[in-house]
């Protein structure tokens, strides 16, 4: 289940967020949500689950059949 | 995992969560307009302008306005060193990053239709949302 973590320091207000369980580049949509709210990272970096390929399974349907 | 976001300096990139997050710490009362003229606390006007301003009468008697002037990357708090050192102890902005962030993470977990689970590590405090 995809998810993301908020880390908050109280002291200093300062955020962090993580964004975890979406392989490839889906996760920039979240990132841009992100971005929508809390303006430009001061640091970004992909981890290596970005990289990955979100594995696409081909349907087969039988001809003449819907 | 897949990114990593983060945010050493918190700009106030949303109008609604800043208001939302002014409100949290106290201050309801938000003047809004286009370069509104900011005042020092013996009435004099200040040459800072501001789009969102806290009139000082809501800050403390000794306290001069508090603006957020709007900026490409967001709102930037213009406050004087005064009301920097004193206002809730000191951790006046901190504690506005604190509150802006909650109300981030709020409107993240909405838009997501997610579910939030919060906990304290230490200092810190963990928010986790699940979608």
Do not use: W
Not at chain 2, 50 to 65: F, I, K, M, P
Not at chain 2, 111 to 127: D, P, Q
């Amino acid at each position: 289940m995809p998810e993301i973590e908020f880390t908050i320091d109280p002291e200093t207000g300062a955020l962090e967020l993580h964004v975890k369980g979406i392989a490839g580049p889906a996760c920039d949509d979240v990132a841009k949500l992100a971005k929508e709210l809390l303006g430009e990272p001061g640091q970004e970096r992909q981890t290596a689950e970005y990289y990955l390929r979100p594995r696409v399974r081909p349907q087969l349907r039988p001809r003449g059949g819907q | 995992m897949s990114k990593y976001l983060v945010y050493p300096e918190l700009v106030f990139k949303d109008r609604r969560l800043l208001l939302a997050a002014l409100a949290d710490l106290g201050y309801a009362e938000v003047e809004e307009g286009e370069a509104l003229p900011l005042y020092g606390y013996q009435g004099d006007r200040r040459s800072e302008t501001a789009e969102l301003v806290v009139r000082r009468r809501y800050l403390g008697s000794a306290s001069n306005d508090l603006g957020f002037a709007r900026s490409s990357g967001g709102f930037v708090p213009i406050i004087s060193e005064y009301d920097q050192r004193v206002l809730h102890g000191g951790h006046l902005l901190a504690q506005l990053r604190t509150a802006y962030s909650e109300r981030v993470v709020e409107a993240v977990t909405r838009r997501l239709h997610g579910t939030a689970r919060r906990s304290v590590e230490g200092s810190l405090v963990k928010i986790t949302v699940r979608f």
